[in-house]
């Protein structure tokens, strides 16, 4: 290739020559624009009366591959910025979280997101049902009563459940029977009353996390097992009738689990009265 003698004296003395209106420049050619002092380079061969800065058409900024390159990590890094930013960020008293966000909670390590308008709040999104829905489990914020209460005239006849550590209660006073820390799910609460003689009763609430999602108050004349979270398989062997406690759709907590109970009309004794429950523990 032949170089114009000027621009190969140019380009001898180190660097590329400044670009000149007119003069004819063979493909590949570098020059420096008079505008920005830019290096570019010559597409066609050719000449023209256009400073290179404004002739994309015939002169290729020589560093563009760079700023390609710079670009395109660039708009992975707002990708990933994107992509982080949906995956959750850690909640904060006070941080506006727009609507449809996803948050992080300081309580419980979960998943939520805004379902109201954007705006902030002190209440964390674990406990915050107006304004955020869980997203990385189930949150329960009720549990329906199952209604089943089934007469049985002893507390063994009752299988398949654990029961709290029995304590006598006197009647009318709400008793915490059974405290859970940690992340698990409740599968089953029931209650076993005797009633030898005249009606006794118990008021049962469950506490997921801090709320209230369960509450029932009955009573029975003759001893009785009432299921509260749960079922049971009755299963009749002659004159003996057995209760097989079943699991109720799991009921998840994050933090803590807690079943209080209140007897009514008498007394609870604790060596003929039982609360039963199944827990199953996450790590």
């Known amino acids: 290739m032949n170089l114009d003698p000027v621009i190969l004296a140019e380009l001898q003395r180190g660097g ?40 994309s058409a015939n002169w290729l900024l020589w560093s563009k591959r760079v700023e390609d390159a710079i670009a395109t990590v660039s708009t992975s890094v707002t990708q990933l910025a994107a992509r982080v930013d949906t995956l959750g960020k850690l909640w904060a008293t006070g941080a506006v979280i727009d609507q449809g966000a996803l948050v992080i909670s300081p309580a419980d390590r979960e998943t939520y997101r805004r379902t109201s308008a954007t705006g902030a709040a002190a209440t964390d999104p674990a406990d915050d049902t107006a304004n955020y829905a869980a997203v990385s489990y189930s949150r329960v914020t009720a549990l329906p009563n199952p209604g089943a209460t089934y007469a049985i005239p002893t507390a063994d006849q009752v299988r398949g459940v654990a029961k709290t550590a029995q304590v006598n209660v006197a009647a009318g006073a709400r008793t915490l029977v059974l405290s859970v820390s940690g992340r698990g ?20 609430e469950i506490q997921i996390d801090g709320r209230k999602v369960y509450e029932w108050e009955g009573y029975g004349s003759s001893p009785h097992y009432t299921t509260h979270h749960g079922s049971v398989n009755r299963i009749a062997a002659g004159d003996f009738v057995t209760l097989m406690a079943t699991h109720g759709s799991p009921a998840a907590f994050r933090r803590s689990l807690a079943v209080y109970l209140t007897p009514t009309y008498a007394d609870w004794a604790a060596s003929a009265n039982f609360v039963g429950y199944a827990v199953r523990m996450e790590a």
């Not at 004819?24 to 800065?53: C, F, H, K, M």
């Not at 089953?188 to 118990?202: I, K, L, M, T, Y």
Request: net charge positive; aromatic share 6%.
């Open 16 to 55: 590329p020559a400044m670009w000149a209106s007119g003069r004819t420049y063979p493909a590949g050619a570098e020059v420096r624009s008079p505008t920005n002092l830019q290096r570019y380079v010559r597409i066609a061969a050719g000449s023209g009366t256009t400073d290179p800065s404004a002739d």
């Open 185 to 204: 799910q409740l599968l089953h609460v029931g209650a076993f009353r005797d009633a030898p003689s005249a009606d006794r009763g118990a008021r049962i």
